[in-house]
């Protein structure tokens, strides 16, 4: 249990519900919950706080509970949990254990942060506030990416593609890219501490810290792609960027609003701010027929594909615009032609 109180000291809120320090953003006190009137299984516990958790307005109730009771019994799901461990009652540590963790997931704490671990493209990533949580459509932008070097070999110089990754958060894409580009060399950039920590820490996890350097960089500067120079040009520059258009943050799930870094989510009015700074730098790195993946806003296809109209010294053009799983134009191939 050492490991739990550990980690337990580390979040924002103590069990009453009452913030620690100044860490955090709190929805103030919550009911406390009701005691058990005994040692409950896996299966009733997450039934006890599916109830909970619905009756207080908790998104995804049944899946948080599930999520949370696995974690405590050592799975990552809780449909792989053995059959005797759904069965047999849980011990009065673990209980207190998952009680503690219910207790931040009604503080509309993301999971993600709860369990300080997500999968990833495979990968079992460290997750810290307030750096950004990756979501399931990143992981097609990786795989679109993945694809797209399959088919051209040829691009590639013989020691592998050169990757630039901009905003690497928890380090979710380039370590998904370097996995599976056993050749490749990652260059990841993040104007945030907390973010290059955090994915030089999942690189070292993951043992994969020989090919990626972690550099503290904010590409909105017009200096910044100086000090990339001494990494020499890039094959490819993959970027999650913030997107979400200013006007639509105060929409966003209360979650996200509270526990994660709004930096990495406002991209101003439009929500193109940083991705015009990405396509600003970009040629100035890349090798010619140099590629850039972007996920966006499905508003964003025809806002870059006219703004790269307006900037012909670019030599930058869209190629490819990608629908995520829900039928919404998220993802954008930019390829450099010229000079």
């Known amino acids: 249990m050492g490991l739990w109180r550990q980690m337990l000291r580390t979040l924002p809120f103590g069990p009453s519900g009452r913030r620690r320090g100044t860490q955090g953003r709190a929805f103030g006190l919550w009911p406390p919950c009701p005691p058990l009137p005994r040692l409950l299984n896996a299966t009733e516990l997450v039934s006890h706080w599916t ?29 792989s949990l053995q ?16 009680q503690e963790l219910c207790s931040y997931r009604l503080q509309r704490m993301p999971v993600q942060y709860i369990l300080g671990e997500w999968d990833f493209q495979g990968l079992s990533l460290k997750m810290a506030p307030p750096v950004f949580i990756p979501r399931p459509e990143t992981e097609e932008l ?19 593609p050169r990757i630039l990754e901009v905003g690497c958060g928890s380090g ?60 020499g040009s890039v094959d490819l520059v ?40 990405i396509l600003t ?5 890349l090798k010619d027929s140099g590629s850039i993946f972007l996920e966006v806003d499905p508003r964003h296809p025809e806002l870059v594909s006219n703004w790269l109209q307006s900037q012909p010294d670019l030599y930058l053009n869209l190629v490819a615009v990608r629908k995520d799983f829900y039928g919404k134009p998220r993802f954008l191939h930019v390829q450099r032609s010229g000079p």
């Open 51 to 79: 109830g909970i958790f619905e009756k207080r307005g908790i998104p995804e109730a049944q899946v948080s509970s599930e999520y949370i009771v696995a974690h405590v019994l050592g799975a990552k799901t809780f449909q």
């Open 83 to 98: 059959p005797v461990l759904r069965t047999q009652p849980l011990t009065p540590q673990q209980l207190l254990c998952i």
């Open 142 to 160: 990786v795989e679109w990416v993945l694809e797209e070097m399959s088919q051209r070999p040829h691009v590639i110089g013989q020691d592998g």
């Open 172 to 231: 979710a894409i380039s370590l998904s890219l370097l996995t599976q580009l056993p050749e490749s060399q990652v260059i990841a950039v993040d104007k945030e501490e907390a973010a290059i920590s955090l994915t030089s820490e999942n690189a070292q996890r993951l043992q994969l810290q020989d090919r990626i350097w972690t550099i503290l960089l904010d590409v909105t500067s017009e200096e910044s792609w100086t000090h990339l120079l001494p990494w």
């Open 238 to 277: 993959v970027s999650n960027p913030p997107y979400v258009f200013h006007q639509d943050m105060e929409q966003l799930a209360a979650e996200i609003r509270s526990y994660e870094d709004p930096v990495a989510l406002d991209g101003g009015d439009e929500g193109m701010d940083i991705i015009t700074d």
């Open 281 to 285: 730098l970009a040629p100035r790195l």
